[in-house]
C-alpha cells in the first residue's frame, strides 16, 4: 500500500537530483538505483530498495529520464527523474 501511495506521489510530479556534469551536460559519474532510491527517501520520507527501481537506460547525463518502480510482482509505474547539474 504505502508502495502504491509513493508511486502516485512520483507520478505526479517529477523527482529532481542534483548531480556534477561537464559543460556538455555529461555527468561524472552516473545515477544509479541507489542515488534514486536516497532521493525518494529525502523528498518521501519513505525508504525503497533500489532493486525496485529500474532506469529505462543508464543515468548519465543531465536532463529527463523514464525510470520504472516495482510496486508489485506484476504490477510497476514510471515516473520521471530530472537531473539537474550541482552547483
Known sequence: EELGELAKTLT??????????????????????????????????VTISPELLKPTHPIKTVGEHLVS???????HAQFTLIVTPAT
Do not use: V, Y
Not at 556534477?20 to 523528498?43: C, P, S, T, V, Y
Open 12 to 45: 505526479s510530479a517529477p523527482l529532481e537530483i542534483s548531480a556534477k556534469a561537464n559543460e556538455q551536460g555529461h555527468l561524472f559519474a552516473a545515477l544509479h538505483e541507489g542515488d534514486i532510491a536516497r532521493a525518494i527517501q529525502q523528498k518521501t520520507s
Open 69 to 75: 518502480i516495482q510496486i508489485a510482482d506484476t504490477l
